[in-house]
């Protein structure tokens, strides 16, 4: 079983920025077998969506609406989402997101943005 844990949420105004960080642990079996690591968002009354993933190997994948503005990272099994010109529709609770063994998910971490 693998575990992750997201801290960085907040509340900012509108054209700020925030870092949000999602940590893996676990069992060395899985841990060892994560592949893909990314980040979602679910706004109130819409479905979970993809923001940004990131492979072993580095390679990235956006949703247009955050191209430009948020840059994914990852080092080893710790992956970063760098939200830069936030915008209030970018409010959403943000999902960390492991792929490998098996589909594992953080608990979410609230970003709100003002107006």
């Known amino acids: 079983q693998v575990q992750l844990v997201e801290s960085g949420g907040g509340l900012v105004q509108a054209g700020g920025s925030l870092r949000l960080s999602c940590a893996a642990s676990?069992?060395?079996?899985?841990?060892?077998?994560?592949?893909?690591m990314g980040w979602y968002r679910q706004a109130p009354g819409k479905e979970r969506e993809l923001v940004a993933n990131?492979?072993?190997?580095?390679s990235t994948n956006y949703a247009d609406s955050v191209k430009g503005r948020f840059t994914i990272s990852r080092l080893n099994v710790r992956v970063y989402l760098e939200m830069n010109s936030l915008k209030p529709e970018d409010t959403a609770v943000y999902y960390c997101?492991?792929?490998?063994?098996?589909?594992?998910w953080g608990q979410g971490t609230q970003v709100t943005v003002s107006s």
């Open positions: 997101n492991a792929l490998g063994t098996g589909a594992y």
């Open positions: 676990g069992n060395i079996f899985s841990i060892t077998r994560i592949n893909t």
């Open positions: 990131i492979t072993t190997g580095g």
